[in-house]
């Protein structure tokens, strides 16, 4: 019954490492979207509804922008994650170096040929001769200032991964009010229109990324800046499966952000453009929610699918969904009841209410969604991935507006039948997946004969004797039962327990947890312990580990160990032990 208690405290860990990033996690998107939502603002007060049409039909620009960094970037994020998970981390500095390369590279271009063709640009979002003008201003300051735009993705993705989400809040924090001054005081003050929006927005966003650079190029950074551009064929390939959804997820919004447009136009007027740009700013607010709460996860889910640990990747998923519908219960209810004020807020003299209803309902499909096509995209099953953002945010939605206009109805449901249709269609897919194929699970398709055969073993330690006592019991238990050497079983047995017990002394008052991992799998033997407290590595003082008795069980572990490595991951301790044959 005691191994059955230490067992269940696997999701007491996983919250608190879960908790710590979300936060910084959700307050660094809400920061980033902030910048929308004031441009809007701003635009709308200052300009009117002209304006603020304008601004909604150059948002395909600020998102192209966001599908080329974010295919980049997380495609290189998601896999040095999981080339950690696996212990590689040369590996992974490579792919944070060859980021940096491709964003270098892919801005020079992208701002050359936007300038170069920017009339033809204008032309196309803005069939409207009125407000072509403004449009072509506004995208010209967004392409020149493309490089910030697509470098801003690199700090916030390897930050995260180094457990550094603090920094990365900060950041986007300083970005959002550096920006809200700047709209201010170009639009009024100086009188700049819609170019000091896109300045401000610009200016602000180069803040923010020389600021992630100044950190992650820190003495406490994992990862060593350098400009990269070549990489093996299996690398690019990795990034290029990995960075797909992410990019996909932008470059379908772009296209659902014109199909939108161009429907909404059909109505007759330009009121329900301006209705839109209004929901469409709180909307990208909502994704502090949507995007957030998956987003911190994301790093730990690629290293756990590094080292196929399913029974941590279903925890955190359900942890994910827990915090999910509670503050999406909050985020609803603040759009639904300040639905008039946001209407006032953005000039427009139309009641915003049910807008603000649908969306707030579509919400919480969309937090489910998310939460499984991110787990797809660091799991390798890409096309499930790509398959959920296509449906969701275009091909289910634009239907959905499509008919809805046919029937000569209100069109704000349209985000809520996209999330819905999605939700059914891959919930009857995973079934019919499963019936096919049932080796696999039916919602993580993983492979669960392992665990089944007793291969792995994951549970969670509290920091006192008690329980470091029951986990070196049960470390015994799994030794004897995959078939180790009565010497090896005893001596790991003894030298974990003494090892838990110098890692909680070195922490003084401060409660320690650990987080345990025993597996046998294609040949390797091994343990796997994550700790939160001090950065402490207790085989990094050599010198002490001869000459100490305290540091006997270290010694211990070395003399049954092919390798032990270590590392900051995530704010908290990780330390991996590889197991000597017999």
């Known amino acids: 019954m005691e191994n059955e208690k230490i067992l269940v405290q696997n999701e007491d860990f996983l919250k608190k490492t879960y908790r710590a990033a979300l936060l910084p996690c959700m307050l660094s998107i809400l920061s980033s979207n902030i910048n929308i939502l004031v441009d809007g603002i701003v635009v709308g007060q200052k300009l009117g509804?002209?304006?603020?049409?304008?601004?909604?039909?150059?948002?395909?620009?600020?998102?192209?922008?966001?599908?080329?960094?974010?295919?980049?970037?997380?495609?290189?994020?998601?896999?040095?994650?999981?080339?950690?998970?696996?212990?590689?981390?040369?590996?992974?500095?490579?792919?944070?170096?060859?980021?940096?390369?491709?964003?270098?590279?892919?801005?020079?271009?992208?701002?050359?040929?936007?300038?170069?063709?920017?009339?033809?640009?204008?032309?196309?979002?803005?069939?409207?001769?009125?407000?072509?003008?403004?449009?072509?201003?506004?995208?010209?300051?967004?392409?020149?200032?493309?490089?910030?735009?697509?470098?801003?993705?690199?700090?916030?993705?390897?930050?995260?991964?180094?457990?550094?989400?603090?920094?990365?809040?900060?950041?986007?924090?300083?970005?959002?009010?550096?920006?809200?001054?700047?709209?201010?005081?170009?639009?009024?003050?100086?009188?700049?229109?819609?170019?000091?929006?896109a300045l401000a927005s610009v200016l602000a966003t180069a803040l923010a990324v020389g600021m992630g650079f100044w950190h992650l190029c820190d003495k406490k950074s994992s990862f060593r800046f350098g400009i990269r551009l070549r990489a093996s064929k299996e690398q690019f390939a990795a990034v290029r499966a990995s960075g797909t959804p992410n990019a996909l997820n932008n470059l379908v919004q772009t296209l659902r952000v014109l199909a939108v447009n161009s429907i909404l136009a059909s109505y007759g007027n330009n009121l329900y453009l301006a209705m839109f740009a209004a929901v469409n700013c709180v909307s990208e607010f909502s994704l502090c929610l949507v995007s957030g709460i998956p987003q911190a996860a994301m790093a730990m889910l690629g290293v756990y699918h590094g080292e196929h640990d399913t029974g941590s990747t279903g925890i955190l998923m359900k942890l994910e969904w827990e915090f999910g519908r509670k503050y999406a219960l909050v985020f609803g209810a603040v759009i639904v009841g300040g639905a008039g004020l946001i209407a006032r807020l953005y000039g427009l003299d139309a009641s915003l209410y049910l807008p603000m209803l649908f969306l707030a309902l579509s919400v919480f499909p969309a937090i489910i969604n998310s939460i499984f096509l991110n787990y797809y995209n660091v799991s390798g099953h890409n096309t499930w991935a790509n398959a959920i953002i296509t449906a969701r945010v275009f091909l289910f939605a634009v239907a959905g507006l499509g008919v809805l206009r046919?029937?000569?109805?209100?069109?704000?449901?349209?985000?809520?039948?996209?999330?819905?249709?999605?939700?059914?269609?891959?919930?009857?897919?995973?079934?019919?997946?499963?019936?096919?194929?049932?080796?696999?699970?039916?919602?993580?398709?993983?492979?669960?004969?392992?665990?089944?055969?007793?291969?792995?073993?994951?549970?969670?330690?509290?920091?006192?004797?008690?329980?470091?006592?029951?986990?070196?019991?049960?470390?015994?238990?799994?030794?004897?039962?995959?078939?180790?050497?009565?010497?090896?079983?005893?001596?790991?047995?003894?030298?974990?327990?003494?090892?838990?017990?110098?890692?909680?002394?070195?922490?003084?008052?401060?409660?320690?947890?650990?987080?345990?991992?025993?597996?046998?799998?294609?040949?390797?033997?091994?343990?796997?312990?994550?700790?939160?407290?001090?950065?402490?590595?207790?085989?990094?003082?050599?010198?002490?580990?001869?000459?100490?008795?305290?540091?006997?069980?270290?010694?211990?572990?070395?003399?049954?160990?092919?390798?032990?490595?270590?590392?900051?991951?995530?704010?908290?301790?990780?330390?991996?032990?590889?197991?000597?044959?017999?």
């Open 49 to 197: 509804v002209d304006g603020l049409a304008a601004l909604n039909l150059c948002m395909p620009i600020y998102l192209v922008l966001c599908v080329i960094g974010s295919f980049i970037v997380s495609g290189a994020a998601i896999t040095a994650s999981a080339a950690i998970g696996r212990d590689r981390q040369d590996e992974a500095q490579e792919l944070y170096r060859l980021s940096i390369g491709l964003c270098l590279a892919a801005s020079v271009i992208v701002t050359a040929l936007g300038l170069l063709f920017l009339d033809g640009i204008a032309a196309f979002l803005a069939p409207d001769e009125v407000l072509r003008p403004m449009v072509k201003t506004y995208s010209g300051v967004t392409i020149a200032g493309s490089f910030v735009k697509i470098f801003l993705y690199v700090p916030f993705w390897f930050l995260r991964l180094d457990g550094r989400n603090r920094n990365v809040m900060i950041s986007t924090i300083i970005m959002t009010v550096t920006n809200i001054v700047l709209d201010y005081l170009f639009l009024y003050p100086l009188n700049m229109g819609v170019m000091g929006a």
């Open 406 to 582: 046919l029937l000569h109805l209100s069109p704000w449901a349209f985000p809520l039948i996209g999330d819905l249709a999605t939700l059914l269609a891959w919930y009857l897919t995973a079934c019919l997946f499963h019936k096919k194929h049932p080796q696999f699970s039916k919602y993580l398709l993983v492979d669960e004969e392992l665990e089944k055969e007793k291969k792995t073993l994951d549970f969670s330690v509290g920091g006192t004797m008690e329980e470091i006592c029951d986990a070196s019991s049960r470390i015994s238990e799994f030794c004897e039962e995959n078939g180790m050497s009565m010497r090896q079983v005893m001596h790991l047995s003894l030298s974990m327990e003494e090892l838990m017990t110098m890692i909680v002394t070195q922490n003084g008052k401060e409660h320690v947890n650990f987080d345990l991992r025993l597996f046998t799998l294609q040949g390797h033997r091994g343990i796997r312990m994550r700790y939160n407290g001090i950065l402490y590595n207790p085989f990094g003082n050599q010198f002490k580990m001869e000459n100490d008795e305290a540091y006997l069980g270290v010694n211990m572990i070395q003399n049954i160990a092919e390798n032990v490595f270590y590392q900051r991951l995530f704010g908290m301790n990780l330390l991996q032990i590889q197991i000597k044959d017999n």
